[in-house]
């Protein structure tokens, strides 16, 4: 079984994924296929989501079930607004959050 530390890992690597997508939608203009919302909503909403990542995951060792648990979820409201490739970041954050949440 994996550490929470490599599930901590995961979780950043896949929040800065979600976060630079945000940043490229709203610097570009425009999103890869089908999103919920306009540009702005788009990268506004993984924006603020991934940075939301970010702030609870700095308490992984407090309550890791919570922080772990919390994290999946936002990653699953970011993926309607993913799209393509970056869609990888939400799965590493889902990946990462339940190993922290499961870690011993």
Request: proline share 2%; aromatic share 14%; charged share 5%.
């Amino acid at each position: 079984m994996a550490s929470a530390k490599t599930g901590l890992w995961l979780l950043l690597i896949g929040a800065i994924l979600i976060l630079v997508d945000g940043m490229l939608v709203l610097s570009t203009g425009s999103f890869y296929g089908w999103h919920y919302g306009s540009v702005s909503v788009v990268g506004w909403t993984e924006i603020i989501l991934s940075l939301l990542m970010f702030l609870l995951a700095a308490y992984y060792k407090k309550s890791p079930g919570a922080v772990g648990w919390t994290n999946v979820i936002l990653a699953f409201i970011t993926m309607p607004f993913d799209g393509g490739f970056w869609t990888i970041g939400a799965w590493l954050v889902v990946i990462g959050g339940a190993i922290i949440a499961t870690s011993k």
